[in-house]
């Protein structure tokens, strides 16, 4: 079973940008969808980005500022976050068997249950 371990959190301003990592561990990384995740303490989690062989798909709030990807010889996915504002403020975990679901114009993105998850990296923007 793959293991998972993200990486690259931290605090930033305003218009600042992260990347985050998330390294896999196991010989079947590659079968898999990835995807990438936020929660707030006390909120639902959110699917934030997911890439399906090479197929990115991203929810309305970061489309345009994230950019999902992976590089399968590394066994790692990544989360490129540009022009971060506040409200992304939050724990970013990495997942696999993301799938995403279009309804009515809006995307949003989910984890299949049994999905295999990080531990989490914190990410903070201040205003």
């Known amino acids: 079973q793959v293991q998972l371990g993200e990486s690259g959190g931290g605090s930033v301003q305003s218009g600042g940008s992260l990347r985050l990592s998330c390294a896999a561990s196991?010989?079947?990384?590659?079968?898999?969808?990835m995807g990438w995740f936020r929660q707030v303490p006390g909120k639902e989690r959110e699917g934030v980005a997911c890439?399906?062989?090479?197929?990115?798909s991203y929810v309305d709030s970061v489309k345009g500022r994230f950019t999902i990807s992976q590089d399968n010889a590394k066994n790692t996915l990544y989360l490129e976050m540009n022009n971060l504002k506040p409200e992304d403020t939050a724990m970013y975990y990495c997942?696999?068997?993301?799938?995403?679901?279009?309804?009515?114009?809006?995307?949003?993105?989910?984890?299949?249950?049994?999905?295999?998850w990080g531990q989490g990296t914190q990410v903070t923007v201040s205003s």
């Open positions: 997942a696999t068997d993301c799938w995403v679901r279009d309804f009515r114009g809006v995307t949003t993105v989910e984890a299949l249950v049994g999905a295999t």
């Open positions: 890439i399906d062989n090479g197929r990115a």
């Open positions: 196991g010989s079947t990384y590659s079968s898999y969808t």
